[in-house]
Structures are given as structure tokens and as C-alpha cells.
């Protein structure tokens, strides 16, 4: 079936680099992506969303940007910090509404 | 903001036991929770949608008779693992629906170890 993915498993930054995130979605119908950052243990937190009608959203120290032609979204995180350290996934709607389908995740490793 | 709380966070069975697993929306109301499963180093899985009053929506995979969700009030969605084996530990989250915009919630998780 359709599905959202993630391209890198695994991300390794230096504090204060920028990181970028990367997933591809396979449903050309989805209008709506969200991004959730997880700590080891925890559950999952919501970070930023964006709409269809938008090329880019950003929020403090993120920024996403979603090419829909081909059908790709990027979270990028500004001067990466210690605490930015956990897996990210990206996740959509399951059927233009909730609940949530999830891509595989990609842990982001904060060098100090 | 929006709370979400499970009870327990943690918890440790033998094989063959019941554990019940709580997830409530602290300030507001949800006619619909959600369950996903999650295995280490792997993503969420949808397992069921709670809904408030009537039966949950199973995932395909998902035994229903194994997995008893009951969402019997606004603020709160149980999930009993029954006959509990090893192959049914893992981390479970739920996830609370906040309308109208359709927000979702996500509780701390709870971790179950199968012995």
C-alpha cells in the first residue's frame, strides 16, 4: 500500500551544524505532513506540520519543505543542539484525516 | 496544552497473564484514541482507532480477541494484552484525538516486558 519513508536511518551532526532530515511519500493525494521528534522511551512529540498549499513552514530552528512533485519533505534543524538528539519521524494522515501513518524514522546523533 | 498520560509506563509480566494499559487525555476530550506498537529500532504502528462509546477499528494483523481496547469514557482508552507471550512485548503509545482540527496527542508510552 502507500507509504511514507525516510532515506537515512541514521544522521550524524556536529553541535552547532545544521541538520537536514530527509522522506519521501508515495501517495500523490496526501495534503498534509507532520514531523515528530521521539526521545528514547518516550512518545512521540509533534515539531511542525505543513499543508500541501505550502512549499516551506518554518518554526524556531526548524524548517520544513515539501516538494510535491516529487513528492519529498525535508526537516531541517539550525545550529543542531545536544537536545536535538532522538529519532525523527515524518507522518501523514492515513486516509485525509487521522489516525497517523508513519514513515521509518531517522535518529539524529548530536556530536558535542 | 494538550496531555496525554498512560499508566503504567512501565510493566513486567509473565507469559500468559493480562495487562491492562491506560491512556487518558488529561484536558480534553477525545471521542477517539488511538493504539500503535513499536519495536526497538523500528516506526509506530497503527494497531486499533478507540472510539468513545463503540467498538474499536482493528488494523488488519491485529487479533481483537488479544488486543481489548474499551474507550469507555471521553478521557479514557484501555488496552488489555491478554495471554501475554514474549512476542508481545514491546513499547505501546496511544494517541488522543483532539477536534475540531483533528490533532493528535501522543502519551509517554508504555514499555511491556514479557518474561
Known amino acids: 500500500g502507500e507509504s511514507v519513508g525516510l532515506h537515512l536511518p541514521t544522521l550524524s551532526v556536529q553541535e552547532g551544524d545544521n541538520s537536514i532530515i530527509n522522506c519521501a511519500y508515495s501517495?500523490?493525494?496526501?495534503?498534509?505532513f507532520i514531523w515528530y521528534k521521539q526521545e528514547s522511551g518516550k512518545g512521540p512529540q509533534f515539531i511542525i506540520d505543513?499543508?500541501?498549499?505550502?512549499d516551506k513552514r518554518q518554526g524556531q530552528r526548524v524548517t520544513v519543505l515539501l516538494n510535491k512533485t516529487v513528492k519529498h519533505l525535508s526537516l531541517q534543524i539550525a545550529a543542531t543542539q545536544p537536545g536535538d538528539s532522538a529519532v525523527y519521524f515524518c507522518?501523514?494522515?492515513?486516509?485525509?484525516?487521522?489516525?497517523?501513518?508513519f514513515g521509518k524514522g531517522t535518529r539524529l546523533s548530536v556530536i558535542a | 496544552g494538550a496531555v496525554v498520560s498512560q499508566h503504567p509506563s512501565r510493566v513486567i509480566c509473565k507469559s500468559g497473564t493480562s495487562v491492562k494499559i491506560e491512556c487518558r487525555s488529561l484536558?480534553?476530550?477525545?471521542?477517539?484514541m488511538f493504539w500503535y506498537r513499536q519495536f526497538p529500532k523500528q516506526s509506530l504502528m497503527l494497531m486499533a482507532t478507540s472510539n468513545e462509546g463503540s467498538k474499536a477499528t482493528y488494523e488488519q494483523g491485529v487479533e481483537k480477541d488479544k488486543f481489548l481496547i474499551n474507550h469507555a469514557s471521553l478521557t479514557l482508552s484501555t488496552l488489555t494484552v491478554t495471554s501475554a507471550h514474549p512476542e508481545d512485548s514491546s513499547f505501546y503509545i496511544c494517541?488522543?484525538?483532539?477536534?475540531?482540527?483533528?490533532?493528535?496527542?501522543f502519551g509517554p508510552g508504555t514499555r511491556l516486558t514479557v518474561l
Open positions: 505543513i499543508r500541501s498549499n505550502m
Open positions: 501517495n500523490s493525494a496526501s495534503d498534509y
Open positions: 494517541s488522543a484525538n483532539r477536534e475540531p482540527y483533528n490533532e493528535q496527542f
Open positions: 484536558d480534553f476530550q477525545a471521542t477517539t
Open positions: 507522518a501523514e494522515p492515513y486516509s485525509g484525516n487521522t489516525p497517523l501513518v
